[in-house]
């Protein structure tokens, strides 16, 4: 069962557009894997749409700029029927340290990632940087820990598959899982797990060797 979500403003956010793009995706990704959350979505872009479409008195006229919004998707070359079966049905099974994942569509194309691997722990940056927003493929081995860090932004891990494990929380996959400067945290996995991250700010290591890396810290989100 999924323990955590987007918020309502994250949600509200998202059905508007007005998110970075790693963070759209991300939401976007958590609602393919929580039905809740899908029709809260679907229930904000009905709202926003009936604000947009809403009759307006004849000498208001159209909301400025929707009139060159609406001319502009009507221009919009259409697309063939190739194209559109090649959009929908990209690969989406993962292979990484002997398993198979099914990806999220909205992460389908990022199925051969190029791993850094360091122990048990593999990461690929996806190429989906927006606002100083930046995205990753994490892989974790069973038994796999991160070092105990915090935060000088913010953190958003989407678990895709397997489990991690924060304290007395096992979270599962669809969990939506934030963190910021605020929480100091060492997540490990007892049977591995797949994740999607993003970050706005390197991490600072808290404890022990690992906080020698906090000198080149940006260069691993």
């Known amino acids: ?46 709202e926003l749409a009936n604000q947009l479409l809403a009759p307006v008195a004849p000498d208001q006229g159209l909301p400025a700029g929707l009139d060159a ?3 502009e998707i009507l221009q919009q070359p259409v697309a063939t ?16 340290a002997g398993q198979s994942y099914r990806l999220p569509r909205v992460l389908a194309r990022h199925h051969a990632p ?55 929380i096992c979270y599962q996959a669809g969990d ?4 910021d ?3 100091a945290h060492s997540p490990h996995t007892p049977d591995g797990c797949l994740c999607y991250t993003v970050q706005d700010a390197p991490v600072h290591f808290t404890k022990g060797l690992s906080r020698l890396l906090n000198g080149i810290s940006h260069r691993l989100y």
């Not at 029927?81 to 990484?96: I, K, M, N, W």
């Not at 791993?115 to 796999?144: C, F, K, N, T, Y």
């Open 1 to 46: 069962m999924i323990k955590t979500h987007p918020t309502e403003l994250m949600l509200r956010a998202f059905a508007a557009d007005e998110l970075p793009l790693p963070l759209a995706v991300g939401v976007s990704a958590h609602c393919e894997l929580c039905p809740e959350c899908a029709a809260q979505v679907q229930t904000l872009e009905a």
């Open 69 to 71: 919004m609406l001319a």
């Open 81 to 96: 029927v190739a194209e559109l079966a090649q959009q929908v049905r990209p690969a989406s099974e993962l292979r990484v």
């Open 114 to 168: 190029k791993w850094r691997h360091v122990g048990a722990i593999r990461q690929h940056s996806l190429p989906l940087d927006e606002m100083g927003a930046r995205a990753s493929l994490l892989h974790i081995e069973a038994g796999g820990r991160i070092p105990e860090h915090t935060h000088k932004g913010y953190e958003l891990t989407l678990l895709l598959a397997g489990n991690m494990q924060e304290g007395d």
């Open 176 to 179: 939506f899982i934030w963190r």
């Open 181 to 183: 400067a605020s929480h």
